[in-house]
């Protein structure tokens, strides 16, 4: 018996393809099923977390709809991960934000933003908020870098605290030993079929998205996304050293390190959820789980605002407009880290999580199987 | 919008991987193409949908074939699973082209991947579609419309005008019929497997017991046209692709998942819970195509498979469930059989089972002593519970009975003389390689080695 409708449904699909195969090439849904016969919640949850949602299987598949036995992988795996994502959220009161992610995602980066708004209201002057501020500790003069440090450092220590909560629940349901998590071999191995989006490529052809036909725009969009955000992280992470090791204080040059990492990333992280987003409008609905649209299109949209109001932040700080586009910009940040354990971020942790298991299974897995002649 | 009131240099009939090779290469030889498929986008392809591979010959391994299978030995498998009934010239031809396919098939998109999991032992002999046959499917229709092939849909063909060998004219549609015209006809329109009141015609009422494991489109409509109008017929009318399926498979289209691989590991019983066949006789992919007619031979043309918890989990999963048990009288009350009678059946077998180590991976020497039919190898007592059983039936892949076509796959008329325009590939004229028994993926060359002749010679026909 499953916890829910959505996950027999999911167990009833991999008792189907476990029993054709067929497309066992694509990526490594396929095989990690295969190495089961029979599907807990736990395994459906691990399944679900390794699928990409390329397509592929849904336009190779002889039994999708309308084939009276509706074999529709995608759509129902990318259900069943929406829900794991709810199942395994901390503390569990918060799974419910995942029913209504994108009113939830949008209400509380609404409120971060209007609480700097406000504070930064309340504390300065018209004089100071609209002046012109130049040179080292600019940016401190509305906002003192010790307090910057404690409320981001917090927010992102929470989140981190809470998603590893999250994934402990995951790896106990699905059944895997803490061990597999200090394995190098699979650790690696993992990092390289996430960082190039191995399982995104509907298995060499590119991922299907409005039709049968392949492309690889989506792989390409994520990586902008992806790699983008890394860069901007980079950013933030060289510029706190500039400051504390260095003695160097923000704003820097347009040549120096975190500028020029926050603005390569920054075009990426435009560029990327912009393409994502035209993806998934044009996307064949078939293959989409109608519920998460929401938890998705606020995540990109997230990251989108992200890097606009970090660009317009870095193009207009020697101008009047830095002190509002200061409060716009961490009022977003601060929204994007609380939120990170209650909306699509998530994905990511758990796909790779799940890609570590997957590593080491496929590593322990000995002979093939004998099957199905046509 | 398709100009059906345009004349073609090539008419495809069929939408299947024969009919889309012949429809690709006459178009890369400049012809000017339209595919008449009666099913729908979703349902295209037939039979191909349910593929998921290819015999092809080759001189060395490759990135996704783990070594050689040469023009002879493919030569000689064939003989060993026909008996001998085929056209060695055109079986030998076709293993021939066989070769160039391998990479000709390849160009038009379709991907191979190596054989992995569920598989047959044929990672060495056999090329696998990535994604199965209808990403190979996929891909070749893209191919052919980017090269310009008109395809329609929901197009069946009911008559064909044919004057002297000479095709003139086909009729598409049985509401408002429409007349296309053409220079040549490629018939590759599949067999006749679903028209379940012509096979009655050779097997009588067994038939109506039969599943149909693919399209329900093959009725053999165009095949049936063209013999009447003269074409040659070739191969056995009762000769087919069979395979022993699950009986609750749906009736038409249940493809691969209802397969069962289960029968070297227990006891087959007819409806009077009776054996009546070597269940261990040879290894499962040397004896699955057997097993169709074997049933289909039984009363009321079903079977049962009956194994204990032992071997459970020694082959592949399958759609549906077996019906499960405590003893073996439950287990007959369940499947409504005899419970005295299959519960003897299961004494009797398993007081014949001689000691031996089982290894189901090879020919064992697991067997029976001294019963009629014997078990030769994997042959273990039936008596640890909880016991199964899976029902089956004959499950028919497609049949053999055809046109006969020579080297050109131009069809040949009664009188022997080639057709002046008309070709045929893929399942309507498998019979001329394929008289009786399967290799695993030749359905598939047949396809696309005569799919491409057919299209070259049919353009070239059409030019002069």
Not at chain 2, 153 to 160: A, G, I, Q, T
């Amino acid at each position: 018996m499953h916890a829910t409708k959505t996950l027999a449904e999911a167990d009833r699909l991999m008792t189907v393809c476990n029993s054709c195969r067929y497309c066992e090439g694509l990526c490594a849904v396929f095989p990690a099923m295969e190495m089961r016969r029979s599907f807990s919640d736990g395994d459906l949850a691990y399944l679900a977390n390794l699928c990409h949602n390329c397509g592929a299987c849904y336009y190779d598949c002889q039994f999708s709809p309308p084939h009276e036995f509706n074999v529709n992988v995608p759509a129902v795996l990318a259900k069943t991960q929406h829900q794991s994502y709810a199942h395994y959220a901390w503390p569990s009161a918060f799974a419910g934000v995942f029913a209504r992610n994108g009113l939830f995602i949008a209400l509380a980066t609404a409120l971060s933003v209007a609480a700097f708004l406000a504070g930064f209201v309340a504390w300065h002057d018209p004089a100071t908020l609209f002046g012109t501020h130049v040179g080292p500790g600019a940016f401190y003069r509305l906002l003192p870098h010790n307090m910057m440090v404690l409320l981001f450092g917090g927010a992102f220590l929470y989140a981190i605290v809470a998603i590893g909560f999250g994934i402990r629940s995951f790896w106990r349901d699905i059944g895997e030993p803490t061990a597999t998590l200090r394995d190098p071999t699979a650790i690696g191995s993992a990092i390289r079929d996430a960082a190039r989006l191995r399982y995104l490529d509907g298995g060499g052809a590119g991922c299907m998205n409005e039709n049968a036909k392949p492309t690889d725009t989506r792989r390409i969009y994520h990586h902008l996304t992806f790699y983008g955000f890394l860069l901007c992280f980079a950013s933030t992470s060289t510029a706190t050293l500039y400051h504390y090791l260095l003695g160097l204080q923000a704003p820097y040059s347009w040549w120096d390190l975190p500028v020029l990492l926050g603005t390569v990333g920054g075009i990426g992280l435009v560029i990327g959820p912009i393409g994502l987003l035209a993806a998934k409008w044009r996307r064949d609905p078939a293959v989409l789980d109608e519920t998460r649209y929401g938890m998705d299109v606020a995540f990109i949209l997230m990251l989108l605002l992200t890097s606009f109001t970090g660009l317009a932040l870095l193009a207009l700080r020697a101008t009047p407009a830095m002190g509002i586009l200061l409060a716009l910009h961490l009022g977003v940040v601060f929204a994007l880290f609380i939120t990170m354990p209650y909306g699509k971020f998530v994905h990511g942790i758990y796909r790779f999580a799940a890609l570590v298991r997957y590593a080491k299974e496929h590593r322990a897995l000995g002979t093939a199987a004998s099957g199905p002649p046509n | 919008m398709i100009d059906l009131s345009r004349r073609y240099d090539v008419l495809v009939i069929g939408g299947g991987n024969a009919a889309l090779c012949a429809a690709i290469s006459a178009r890369r030889e400049g012809a000017s193409v339209l595919v008449l498929e009666a099913a729908s986008e979703f349902w295209r392809g037939g039979n191909t949908r349910h593929t998921r591979n290819m015999r092809c010959a080759h001189d060395s391994a490759t990135a996704s074939l783990t070594g050689p299978y040469t023009e002879d030995e493919f030569f000689e498998d064939l003989l060993r699973v026909t008996g001998g009934v085929t056209d060695e010239e055109l079986a030998r031809f076709m293993i021939r082209e066989s070769k160039d396919v391998l990479g000709w098939i390849e160009a038009q998109g379709v991907r191979w991947q190596p054989s992995l999991g569920g598989t047959l032992s044929l990672g060495r002999t056999n090329s696998f579609f990535l994604g199965g046959g209808r990403a190979m499917l996929n891909a070749l229709y893209r191919t052919a419309e980017r090269l310009g092939v008109e395809v329609r849909y929901l197009s069946e063909v009911v008559d064909l005008e044919i004057e002297n060998g000479m095709f003139l004219s086909a009729t598409v549609g049985r509401e408002v019929p429409v007349r296309v015209t053409a220079r040549a006809l490629v018939a590759a329109a599949g067999g006749f497997e679903s028209n379940i009141a012509w096979l009655r015609q050779y097997w009588g009422a067994a038939a109506d017991n039969f599943l149909i494991r693919g399209t329900p489109n093959n009725r053999g409509t165009i095949l049936k046209i063209l013999l009447e109008h003269g074409a040659q017929k070739v191969g056995d009318p009762t000769q087919c692709h069979a395979v022993a399926i699950d009986a609750r498979a749906p009736k038409y289209d249940g493809g691969i998942i209802t397969r069962l691989d289960c029968v070297p590991f227990g006891i087959v019983v007819n409806r009077n819970a009776q054996r009546f066949y070597d269940e261990g006789e040879d290894i499962w992919p040397k004896r699955y195509a057997i097993w169709g007619r074997l049933v289909a031979a039984q009363p009321d043309q079903i079977a049962y498979v009956i194994f204990d918890a032992s071997s459970l989990r020694l082959f592949m999963p399958s759609l549906f469930p077996p019906i499960e048990a405590l003893t073996i009288p439950e287990l007959a009350t369940k499947l409504g059989l005899d419970a005295e009678a299959l519960r003897r059946t299961v004494e009797t077998f398993n007081a014949a089972v001689q000691p031996g180590t089982f290894n189901h991976k090879i020919l064992d020497d697991c067997r029976t002593a001294e019963l009629d039919p014997p078990k030769s190898h994997w042959a273990r007592r039936i008596e640890t519970a909880p016991f199964y059983a899976y029902p089956v039936r004959p499950g028919i892949t497609f049949t053999y009975l055809g046109t006969r076509v020579n080297r050109e796959a131009r069809i040949i008329m009664s009188d022997g003389r080639p057709a002046k325009n008309m070709f045929a590939a893929g399942e309507i004229m498998a019979g001329n390689v394929l008289g009786r028994g399967y290799a695993a993926g030749i359905g598939m060359t047949i396809g696309s080695v005569f799919g491409r002749v057919a299209g070259r010679e049919a353009a070239r026909n059409a030019r002069n």
